[in-house]
């Protein structure tokens, strides 16, 4: 099995010609990028370009049909069992439909964040230790959630969720967030919370955020890094200064004016 | 052009026949068929009711009568087992509630083997699909039969027929709803890094657990009536009582044993009800 480098080594990770195919479409087509320790990239393209696609291959939750994911030097791609998992609980996610267990309440959803280092035994009966909900309630303190600790996930608000989420996301200790649309479903005022806890976590935590966006106006306010995908294809890598019409064409095609 | 019925000359009727023989109903060969049919039908009717000498029927309404004002009188009130019956009863309410506890106690991991989304091996699946259908496929009573020939007359028999059946019932239902459940609320638990048997435990059984739940509970309820059933075949419970009364003409206290059944039954319904509304909304 390789041996992963250890969370707070993972500095640099490497897309080389990372490619994924579903039937004759090609989502994401050789993507090749290096993103550094600490960085906050935007990811922006239209819907179908592959921005999903890519976040999903770096945590592994798809395989590759070719190309390869490099941290520190390890070859991601090639890891199984349990090291994969391992990968899984460095690079947390957070999904535009906040992917929380609806039945599960807010506690119980933000301590899953923990279920990469316990044993079966302790998860079938849900034994989490003190500390591990010591840190799950201070997390949720963070995101002013802790007194809907015990509440059922479903009976929250779209940005109260996406904020238990992150709640979980963090509680995985990662390396790096990989937030997918994090506030495509979400009003304005929510989104620019959810955002505005991405960016806090960026800053305080030290944590790589690689976030997908539909509008474009967030991704400059938020993001120093811009990537801009089209048909699955890497066609931007730069900041966000760098967007002129031409680029702003290339990534948006006819519908720019559709993407504020 | 306008049309009136007093135009149609005989001449026109005899050329639309012509061109459209179907619009005038159905030809004689139809009619002589549906006639056919229907007499075979009434025929064959008839023939069984002398096969089985429905003549019976009037010389057995009598008795049939009899037994019902036997049924309706209670003088021997007190002279009654109440115990030995109010004791079955229990025991018949207790063969439903062990037997569908067990099966749910079984179907529960075998509802995981037998859905898609977790064993995704179509082979592997198959077997165990057909495995329920033959668990279920045979009726309650008849495992009860083979039950009873191999551990004796008793509650056991009647509890491991209504488990055999019940696991087959319940794996089936569980196996559905898990291949229901919301694929987005795992791929959560998965991009955590959980392992697949986290992923199960936290993302799956949760969705899932109120419906069994729900699932089990009906389960109880109906096997309260049927386990009734059980009894008259030698599976323990109100039903041997049933049958042993109805042997020695005891009509009176059948009639109290089946309100006795009404009321056990129509309390489990009220309670398995209440307690399903609580857990699943």
Redesign the interface.
């Known amino acids: 099995m390789t041996p992963l480098p250890p969370n707070d080594r993972i500095f640099v990770l490497q897309l080389v010609q990372l490619s994924r195919r579903f039937g004759d479409t090609l989502a994401v087509a050789g993507a090749d990028l290096t993103i550094v320790r600490g960085e906050m990239v935007g990811i922006i393209g239209r819907s179908g370009a592959g921005k999903s696609t890519l976040l999903r291959l770096i945590n592994r939750l798809i395989e590759p049909s070719s190309g390869r994911i490099v941290a520190d030097g390890v070859d991601v791609t090639a890891l199984r069992g349990a090291a994969l998992r391992a990968w899984r609980a460095r690079t947390a996610m957070i999904f535009q439909q906040f992917n929380l267990v609806n039945r599960l309440d807010v506690l119980t959803n933000v301590l899953c964040g923990r279920l990469n280092h316990m044993s079966a035994w302790r998860v079938l009966f849900k034994r989490f230790t003190p500390a591990e909900r010591v840190l799950a309630i201070r997390t949720l303190d963070r995101f002013g959630l802790a007194e809907v600790a015990l509440k059922r996930a479903d009976a929250l608000s779209g940005g109260q969720q996406q904020r238990v989420a992150i709640a979980r996301a963090l509680l995985q200790e990662p390396a790096m967030l990989l937030a997918d649309e994090p506030i495509s479903s979400l009003d304005p005022v929510n989104a620019k919370a959810v955002m505005d806890a991405l960016l806090d976590i960026n800053r305080t935590d030290g944590i790589t955020v690689l976030v997908n966006l539909h509008t474009l106006d967030t991704a400059r306010a938020y993001c120093r890094r811009i990537i801009g995908m089209s048909a699955g294809r890497i066609v931007f890598d730069g900041p966000p200064e760098g967007l002129t019409e031409d680029v702003l064409h290339a990534i948006y095609g006819d519908d720019v004016a559709e993407h504020p | 052009m306008s049309l009136h019925l007093a135009d149609i000359a005989p001449t026109d009727i005899a050329a639309q026949r012509i061109r459209t023989p179907t619009a005038f109903g159905p030809g004689t060969g139809t009619k002589v068929l549906r006639w056919a049919v229907v007499l075979l039908a009434a025929g064959y009717f008839g023939y069984l009711l002398w096969l089985f000498e429905f003549g019976k029927l009037f010389t057995g309404l009598p008795r049939l009568w009899t037994i019902v004002r036997l049924m309706l009188d209670w003088t021997g009130f007190a002279d009654w087992d109440h115990a030995e019956l109010l004791r079955s009863m229990l025991e018949t309410v207790a063969m439903a509630y062990l037997g569908s506890m067990l099966a749910f106690a079984f179907a529960l991991p075998l509802g995981f083997l037998g859905a898609r989304n977790v064993i995704p091996a179509r082979v592997f699946r198959f077997i165990t699909r057909r495995l329920f259908d033959g668990m279920r496929g045979v009726d309650q009573l008849i495992w009860a039969l083979v039950f009873v020939r191999a551990m004796g007359l008793g509650p056991i028999a009647g509890i491991l027929a209504i488990c055999v059946a019940d696991t087959g019932v319940l794996s089936k239902l569980f196996a559905e709803a898990i291949e229901n459940t ?1 694929r ?2 795992t ?9 697949f ?2 992923v199960l ?3 799956v059984l ?2 899932v ?2 419906v069994t739940i729900g699932q089990t509970l009906y389960q109880i309820e109906s096997n309260s009536r049927e386990a009734t059933i059980l009894g008259l075949v030698g599976a323990g419970g109100i039903g041997l009582r049933l049958s042993e009364r109805i042997q020695i003409n005891a009509w009176d206290q059948v009639a109290y044993a089946i309100v006795l059944i009404l009321i056990a039954v129509a309390l489990i319904d009220t309670v398995s009800r209440w307690l399903r509304m609580r857990l699943i909304g």
């Open positions: 919301d987005k609320q791929e959560g638990v998965t991009a955590t890094g959980a392992s048997f986290a435990r936290m993302g949760p969705q657990l109120p």
